[in-house]
């Protein structure tokens, strides 16, 4: 029928996000500035500005944190 099924979303992450290793976001998810997101979640559903957040899928576990980035050491691709 030559119809798209699967249509494509736009996946929106904050800045100063920390995405952990093993991290699966779905598309049409927004990520909220300087969240965190744990190792292995699977993201389904927006997750709010500074947030932690893991799990399968992953659920805000708490709110309103604050992290430091000077002891994240940067990675170049």
């Known amino acids: 029928t ?4 699967n249509l ?7 800045q100063r996000v ?3 290793e093993r991290v ?3 598309k ?4 909220g500035d300087d969240s965190y997101i ?3 979640s699977i993201v389904t559903h927006p ?3 500074k947030s932690y957040a893991y799990g ?17 050491k940067e990675v170049e691709l």
């Open 28 to 31: 049409g998810v927004h990520i």
């Open 2 to 5: 030559s119809k798209r099924v």
């Open 47 to 49: 997750i709010p500005e």
């Open 56 to 72: 399968r899928p992953a659920t805000v576990q708490k709110k309103q944190v604050f992290w430091s980035s000077k002891y994240v």
């Open 38 to 40: 744990g190792r292995g």
């Open 18 to 20: 920390f995405i952990d």
């Open 24 to 26: 699966f976001i779905y």
């Open 8 to 14: 494509s979303k736009t996946i929106k992450i904050g």
